[in-house]
């Protein structure tokens, strides 16, 4: 049964920056994709970013494209969010999420989920 562990969130000024990190265990990490996802309080979740089991391929939400960057290392189990120029809109809470096979845009399509990490954006 996987387990995915968030760390990072803090509260930042607008502008600031953050770099989150999910550790993962009781999964084969090098066949799963993974994503971070977010979420604000009464609203659905929101997929951010994702990559690619193979690490070859990123993607990134409109909204977040060019100021986050997701990245992982494979030898810790770990995945990535570095981000940057953070805005008001970006606080939420943030989860990392996986799936067996290639990345998915939906939030709700992956398997396992972590608890998530607190992100506050001041403005």
């Known amino acids: 049964q996987g387990h995915l562990v968030e760390s990072g969130g803090a509260l930042v000024p607008a502008g600031g920056s953050l770099r989150l990190s999910c550790e993962v265990s009781?999964?084969?990490?090098?066949?799963?994709?993974m994503a971070w996802i977010r979420q604000v309080s009464g609203e659905e979740r929101e997929w951010v970013s994702c990559?690619?089991?193979?690490?070859?391929?990123?993607h990134y939400a409109d909204s977040v494209e060019g100021r986050f960057t997701i990245s992982r290392d494979v030898a810790k189990s770990a995945v990535y969010l570095q981000m940057d120029n953070l805005k008001p809109e970006d606080t939420a809470m943030y989860l990392c999420?996986?799936?067996?096979?290639?990345?998915?845009?939906?939030?709700?399509?992956?398997?396992?989920y972590g608890q998530g990490t607190r992100v506050t954006v001041a403005s």
């Open positions: 009781g999964l084969s990490f090098g066949d799963y994709s």
């Open positions: 999420a996986a799936r067996d096979g290639i990345c998915r845009s939906k939030a709700q399509e992956y398997e396992y």
């Open positions: 990559i690619f089991w193979d690490g070859e391929s990123r």
